[in-house]
């Protein structure tokens, strides 16, 4: 069984059906520290919060010490390059409560210039997922414990996962 509905002999994603607003963790995080949250929304059932950089390390361990919530486990952290943006850069955290059972996804906004806070005092785990978003990436996670390239040599130039970063590498030309 499907989750896909038929249209016109293809597959169409069903309508978002989730209110981001009516998510326990949003109307909780909005209560306690409404500061933190620039924006919520859904997409395909899964909710998130963008949250203001500088604001990312309380609102994670706010998150993961809440009884209601208990987001006790980080199962990713990855970047997406937007070039064309002021702050080309989304840090996209992947959230699981394990007790709880349920997800959450939040993102913080930063430009090629700035840094974010790095998340390891709250989540152990974000150590070698930072590292992996600075070495392809070229994003700065401040006050990480080792910040240093973790895929590639360090001799490595550029950083592989931005969008201008060219198809066949530095140096190279293809016709």
């Known amino acids: 069984m499907t989750n896909y509905v038929p249209f016109r002999g293809k597959y169409a994603p069903p309508p978002d059906s989730?209110?981001?607003?009516?998510?326990?963790?949003?109307?909780?995080?909005?209560?306690a520290m409404p500061d933190?949250?620039?924006?919520?929304s859904?997409?395909?059932?899964?909710v998130s919060i963008r949250i203001?950089?500088?604001r990312i390390v309380d609102a994670c361990f706010f998150l993961r010490d809440t009884p209601e919530l208990e987001f006790d486990f980080l199962t990713d952290l990855t970047a997406v390059d937007y070039p064309a943006r002021p702050k080309r850069f989304d840090v996209v955290y992947?959230?699981?409560?394990?007790?709880?059972n349920h997800r959450l996804r939040l993102k913080a906004?930063?430009?090629?210039d700035e840094t974010i806070p790095t998340v390891v005092p709250v989540w152990k785990a974000a150590n070698w997922e930072e590292r992996e978003a600075f070495d392809m990436f070229g994003i700065i996670f401040a006050g990480h414990p080792d910040l240093r390239r973790i895929?590639?040599?360090?001799?490595?130039?550029?950083f592989p996962l931005r969008k201008d970063?060219?198809?066949?590498?530095?140096?190279?030309?293809?016709?």
């Open 18 to 31: 989730v209110d981001p607003e009516q998510n326990v963790a949003v109307q909780k995080l909005r209560a």
């Open 36 to 40: 933190v949250i620039e924006d919520v």
């Open 42 to 46: 859904s997409f395909r059932d899964q």
């Open 52 to 54: 203001f950089k500088d």
């Open 94 to 100: 992947h959230l699981y409560s394990m007790t709880r």
């Open 109 to 112: 906004a930063v430009a090629e």
């Open 151 to 158: 895929l590639l040599p360090e001799d490595w130039e550029g």
């Open 165 to 175: 970063y060219p198809l066949a590498g530095y140096g190279t030309y293809t016709s």
